[in-house]
């Protein structure tokens, strides 16, 4: 499975757009990418999966490239409640998820 | 919205008892899942159940622990003898026919504590 690369930490403000980008130059065809978000104490939950171009949905938004080797996820205009760690997958059906240590989001007031 | 269950939201046990961790995953799902996080630590994948049997399972998943889907609606795993590094929190997933890669609904957990 491909691995995933992801910055360890971010910091923002609220009402900021944030971007985290995500390597994985390893993608195989038939994988699709990912992203969680986990608060302290929560199970991870789904935030938005594509395969390539851009997907948006009423959380965020995910852009990918035509080499797929990399992702990015969008979050508009962040709140106090988005600080939480954000985890970009690489997943082939129903197989089990390979979580990375993903990325710290701190928005700060 | 329907969501994953889990039961009880924290265990304590004695190393060396069974433990069963309780799950209803949402209920026109038909993939389970049993994954554990270690305090500070990444989310682990431990094993995956579909149509009453193992799909697939991790190296953590040796003969100690077991999973079972008992009627139609629970879906657990057993401990067999605990030790004490299997303090985690344990979460349950599932995925549904309208199922999009990679894309489980995770429950809030159970935190067994092993002493």
């Known amino acids: 499975l491909a691995k995933t690369t992801q910055p360890i930490s971010m910091d923002s403000y609220e009402g900021q757009e944030v971007n985290i980008t995500c390597s994985h130059n390893?993608?195989?065809?038939?994988?699709?990418i990912t992203w969680y978000q986990q608060f302290p104490s929560q199970g991870p939950r789904f935030i938005i999966q594509?395969?390539?171009t851009k997907v948006t949905n009423e959380v965020a938004s995910l852009f990918i490239p035509a080499d797929r080797k990399s992702s990015t996820l969008s979050l508009p205009r962040v709140s106090l409640s988005d600080t939480a760690v954000y985890y970009c997958?690489?997943?082939?059906?129903?197989?089990?998820?390979?979580f990375g240590s993903g990325t710290r989001l701190q928005v700060q007031p | 919205e329907p969501e994953v269950t889990q039961t009880p939201s924290h265990q304590v046990t004695q190393m060396g008892q069974e433990v069963i961790l309780r799950c209803v995953p949402i209920s026109n799902h038909l993939y389970f899942y049993w994954y554990r996080q270690i305090l500070g630590q990444k989310v682990e994948f431990l094993v995956s159940f579909y149509n009453n049997e193992i799909s697939e399972k991790s190296e953590i998943f040796d003969d100690q622990f077991s999973v079972e889907r008992p009627d139609g609606s629970n879906f657990t795993l057993k401990i067999r003898s605990t030790k004490l590094e299997d303090s985690a929190m344990y979460f349950c997933a599932s995925s549904g026919l309208t199922y999009r890669s990679g894309e489980q609904y995770f429950g809030p957990g159970t935190r067994l504590t092993v002493t």
């Open positions: 390893n993608i195989a065809t038939n994988d699709y």
């Open positions: 594509g395969y390539k």
């Open positions: 997958l690489v997943a082939t059906g129903r197989r089990a998820l390979t």
